[in-house]
């Protein structure tokens, strides 16, 4: 027998096949070479001998040739025992066969009778032999291929080359649609057009280049049932005919809808559990959370929560949500049905009618009301329902939506705290709500309640840092003799947190004003209330008429005792408190000094950028400053800056977070400014309009750090409303010096001012003569106060002091003070000058 490949699907095929003729006593009549080559024995050396002299054991012979009998058990090698089993058109059996080369050879026969010798004639027989292992394998593909085609766990399909349908099992498509005779027909007589074009177009590249198709999932969706279809896996290999040619190819197809579904819910529950962790902004929470939700959930979704979420406070820990909800976030189709912003119910699954227990026709079962704690409630059969006492039982909520079939919400609960519900709606097409989506809705709304919770704290937290950092700021206006001033402050965004930034404006003596810009390391509260104290400190040695130089080395001095006091802090002292939040005490600052008289400016940069001058004709130019070190460095001096400003310039202190905001170099978002303050027309337009146009298209919510912006417009002080003097070291001029203040004062008109005035001036001229020496100038400047100056050579400051009854003299600054609004004395680098300020008379 020639065992090819082509041959080995039966063994007992008539196309060379091991046979034997034999007669009625057993003789070998015929010999095929078939046989030859199975046995290696030749025809002329088996013809004519009994088929015993073949046999192993020629006891057996009998045996193996018996005829009829009850049918035998089946040896567990898949052959028969020797005696075999009868058959309609003969028996098989097994026998074991002596080889040409001597050794034993099991094999598989099978007898078929060619006549009965009822006739008279001799009674004859073929048999057809192969190899037992042969006979064994043929059976078992035979059974292999019989049961697939009878099992109903997956659908299997035998396509032609045309893909017609040859033969399928009855668990195809056990689908409403699929036809009961499937022979014949094609995928698209019964599917829809697209769902069968996918699966034919993968069978035919399956025909075409042999590979095994394996793990297609596709959706499948019947012409009599189209809604949901099944999601089915697809497997297929190609059939070939003995030559090699394709023949069809043979489709295992199993229905994998559940397992998509449960994957399809992790998936989904992890994308919403990764938008709930990506903000701690509540509005943004919630409006990254319905856009995962929709489509892969509902068609519409929508969170209510109460209103008082929104800045922070928290609703009633009695498990019940009473306050009013507003609508924050919708996705979906039908979003225009459901605005945000408008109020809603305050506790849907607690409403009266229906309850959350409702039956799938969507009305609920008297007597089956239950307290569900933090459950959702599912409403099916929307739309759908027949008049009745139970027409109008569906819910408000679930109605929103035109067009829904079923709806679910869920509470937004955690600590036992209701906070608001998420709610979606199915409509169209799509299959309605179950029990498994509920289940799934109310674990992402747990999770997202515990988002709300922790972006509502972190909102309270922060409205308090916000506040008390504004309140640490100047009014955002100001007028003042020297400057218009207009400032802004945008704090960095909810990811970030409250930063350091703050901004000031000084008055200062003789009409000057003092411009402050600064920022601190980090953000947080530590870097609000660092804020606070540099503020602080700042003004405290603006008071002082420091030049800026000095002012900012004396404020390093001070950081770096806090960044040393923080140091020495021993974190396990029991009587030290809740501690406190602590970060890098570093900061930058700069600070400028404007006189209106001289039209100069001072400034020093303690690591800060330069400031912006906008000129009277538009332009723009950074003020070349060389910035020191941060505060808190140390060691290192701070070089002042003189620039001489003409009338009507705008000045432009500003924090990094205007230049640096990661979308270029410092000197990318230097022009970037400048371009702003020219589009701004800082020139022509009152500051307090132009600072929004410059800060116009941040990111609101996502800047990077805080931004600050203090813009001021020079102004000058009049020349007519200037006066001063140069007097000697002469007690006598002291006279002289009452009489050119009061000639001054009747010519500006402020002949109420004269007394005091004069007394001023008299007690300050007569301490620089006596204490000082040298020359004295006096000068008188009308601005919104009358301030009068007297500055000497000398380095030494007055002081106040209270004089004994007995003393005739150590009375004058006591005078000076009772009849100004405020004066001081400041360091200049001649001497000293010593001021007072009186209020104008009303006009």
């Not at 025992?81 to 026969?109: C, K, Q, V, Y």
Request: overall charge negative; hydrophobic content about 40%.
């Amino acid at each position: 027998m020639r065992a090819t490949e082509s041959n080995q699907d039966y063994p007992f095929a008539a196309t060379n096949t091991a046979a034997a003729l034999l007669d009625d006593a057993g003789t070998v009549l015929a010999w095929t070479p078939a046989a030859e080559a199975l046995l290696d024995r030749r025809s002329a050396d088996v013809c004519g001998r009994p088929v015993r002299d073949l046999l192993a054991d020629a006891g057996s012979c009998e045996a193996v040739l018996a005829q009829g009998g009850p049918r035998k058990q089946e040896d567990p090698k898949g052959g028969e025992g020797p005696g075999g089993r009868e058959g309609p058109a003969g028996w098989e059996g097994r026998a074991t066969l002596r080889h040409g080369s001597g050794r034993e050879l099991e094999i598989g026969f099978r007898v078929i009778p060619l006549n009965d010798g009822a006739r008279g004639g001799r009674a004859r027989c073929l048999v057809l032999g192969a190899p037992l292992e042969l006979v064994a394998r043929w059976r078992q593909d035979h059974a292999f291929t019989q049961e697939l085609f009878l099992q109903g766990r997956v659908g299997l399909a035998v396509f032609d080359a045309e893909l017609r349908l040859l033969r399928t099992n009855s668990h195809l498509l056990p689908y409403t649609g699929v036809p009961v005779d499937l022979s014949g027909r094609r995928l698209a007589d019964f599917l829809w057009a697209q769902d069968a074009r996918i699966i034919d177009d993968r069978l035919r590249e399956v025909l075409r280049s042999g590979i095994p198709l394996a793990g297609f999932n596709t959706t499948v969706r019947t012409l009599d049932d189209p809604r949901g279809g099944r999601v089915v896996t697809v497997q297929a290999f190609r059939l070939q005919d003995p030559d090699g040619h394709p023949m069809g190819v043979a489709t295992v197809f199993t229905d994998v809808t559940d397992h998509e579904r449960a994957r399809g819910r992790l998936d989904l529950l992890y994308r919403a559990t990764g938008a709930l962790g990506g903000s701690l902004s509540v509005l943004r929470t919630v409006e990254d959370l319905v856009k995962v939700l929709t489509p892969a959930l509902g068609d519409c979704a929508a969170v209510d929560l109460a209103e008082t979420v929104l800045t922070g406070g928290e609703p009633p820990d009695d498990g019940r949500l009473t306050l009013p909800l507003i609508r924050l976030a919708v996705a979906g189709a039908e979003t225009a049905a459901l605005r945000t912003g408008t109020a809603q119910f305050a506790d849907p699954i607690a409403a009266a009618a229906p309850d959350p227990t409702a039956t799938e026709a969507g009305v609920p079962e008297p007597g089956a009301r239950e307290e569900r704690g933090c459950r959702g409630a599912l409403i099916t059969g929307l739309g759908t329902q027949p008049p009745g006492p139970w027409a109008e039982a569906a819910p408000e909520w679930a109605t929103t939506v035109p067009g829904a079939h079923s709806a679910m919400t869920a509470p937004l609960c955690a600590r036992g705290i209701r906070f608001g519900r998420l709610t979606l709606w199915r409509t169209g097409d799509a299959p309605p709500l179950d029990e498994d989506d509920l289940a799934l809705l109310e674990e992402i709304a747990a999770r997202a309640a515990t988002a709300v919770d922790n972006a509502r704290r972190y909102t309270k937290e922060r409205r308090t840092a916000v506040g008390l950092q504004r309140s640490l700021l100047p009014p955002a206006t100001s007028e003042r003799p020297a400057v218009e001033a207009a400032g802004l402050y945008l704090p960095a965004d909810a990811d970030s947190g409250v930063g350091g930034d703050w901004f000031d404006v000084i008055p200062l003596s003789s009409a000057r004003v003092a411009l402050v810009v600064g920022d601190v390391a980090g953000h947080g509260l530590h870097a609000t209330a660092m804020m606070g104290r540099l503020r602080s400190a700042v003004r405290a040695m603006a008071d002082l008429e420091l030049e800026p130089e000095e002012l900012l080395a004396h404020v390093d001095d001070m950081v770096l005792q806090v960044a040393a006091e923080a140091e020495s802090d021993d974190p396990d002292d029991a009587d030290a408190g809740i501690p406190v939040p602590s970060g890098p005490a570093g900061a930058t600052c700069l600070y400028a000094v404007y006189d209106p008289v001289t039209r100069a400016c001072v400034m020093a940069s303690a690591g800060h950028p330069p400031p912006a001058v906008v000129g009277p004709d538009g332009s723009v130019e950074y003020v070349d400053l060389s910035p020191g070190p941060p505060l808190g460095v140390g060691g290192w001096p701070f070089e002042p800056v003189e620039r001489e400003l003409a009338p009507g310039s705008v000045l432009a202190l500003y924090s990094d977070g205007l230049i640096e905001r990661g979308e270029g170099d410092i000197d990318q978002g230097m022009d970037d400014l400048a371009d702003r303050l020219r589009r701004a027309d800082v020139i022509g337009r009152p500051l307090r309009q132009a600072r929004h146009d410059i800060v116009e298209g941040l990111p609101p919510g996502r800047l990077r750090d805080d931004v600050t912006l203090l813009l001021a417009r020079t102004r000058v002080v009049d020349p007519g409303s200037l006066a001063t003097w140069w007097l000697d070291a002469d007690p006598a001029i002291v006279g002289d010096a009452r009489h050119l203040v009061l000639e001054q004062l009747t010519a500006w008109d402020l002949d109420e001012l004269a007394f005091s005035t004069e007394l001023i001036v008299s007690e300050l001229v007569t301490n620089a003569i006596r204490h000082a020496g040298g020359r004295v100038r006096l000068r008188l400047i009308r601005a919104d106060t009358l301030t009068c100056e007297v500055s000497d050579a000398s380095n030494t400051q007055p002081r106040m002091r209270r004089a004994r009854s007995s003393e005739e003299g150590g009375r004058g600054l006591y005078i000076v003070a009772q009849l100004s609004h405020r004066w001081g004395s400041r360091y200049t680098r001649g001497g000293k000058t010593v001021w007072s300020e009186q209020n104008l008379p009303p006009a």
